[in-house]
């Protein structure tokens, strides 16, 4: 099996993001939304209820969400992103207390991991992604962009919930154009100026 990678272009996400909303296929919409902004494993998003995020009694979506990673077995919060919450509200009315967030509409029940595979691969390929993409693409783009951004490699290693530095840092998939870029940008002028 060949190892996946993130997606590397900011314009690829965001073409991403927009696939499934384009074609207002709003289920496929939560999945990818959920998956590229909370570093959930495939397996843990696919587990979540519709009550997990929505508070039916208040007719409101949820600020945050509190799972039980089922490979980990550790219990994590994870606040909501602006456009998680854009995605479910678009998504509510097709939302049933008791059932899956992801629901296969024939089985009434979660769509499995090869269908969620499926339908990121569809997406990955309509927008030109080149390399192998999937599930697990999503949960390694989430943190290829937030180090990119500045966000330190510690905070990611405890989001992942990863034993060691080692896998968080293959998870980021830092490639030789990322070390290229360090090389050409160092500025030792901008340092000693300060």
């Known amino acids: 099996m060949a190892l996946t990678e993130p997606i590397r272009d900011p314009r690829q996400v965001q073409a991403f993001l927009a696939y499934y909303r384009n074609k207002g296929h709003l289920r496929n919409q939560v999945l990818v939304t959920v998956a590229l902004h909370t570093a959930l494993r495939i397996s843990d998003i696919l587990r979540l209820k519709c ?81 192998k993409v999937g599930c697990h693409s999503l949960r390694k783009t989430f943190g290829y962009h937030s180090w990119s951004g500045g966000i330190s490699p510690v905070i990611l290693m405890e989001i992942y919930n990863h034993s060691s530095y080692a896998i968080t840092k293959r998870y980021l998939g830092v490639s030789q154009d990322d070390q290229n870029a360090v090389y050409l940008g160092i500025n030792y002028t901008a340092i000693n100026s300060r």
């Open 51 to 131: 009550e997990d995020v929505y508070d039916f009694a208040n007719h409101r979506i949820r600020k945050s969400i509190t799972i039980t990673e089922k490979k980990t077995g550790k219990n994590k919060t994870i606040a909501l992103h602006k456009n998680i919450i854009k995605a479910l509200k678009a998504y509510y009315p097709q939302a049933k207390q008791g059932k899956a967030l992801i629901i296969n509409l024939s089985t009434g029940k979660s769509i499995s991991r090869v269908h969620a595979y499926r339908l990121i691969s569809e997406a990955a390929d309509a927008i030109g992604v080149i390399h």
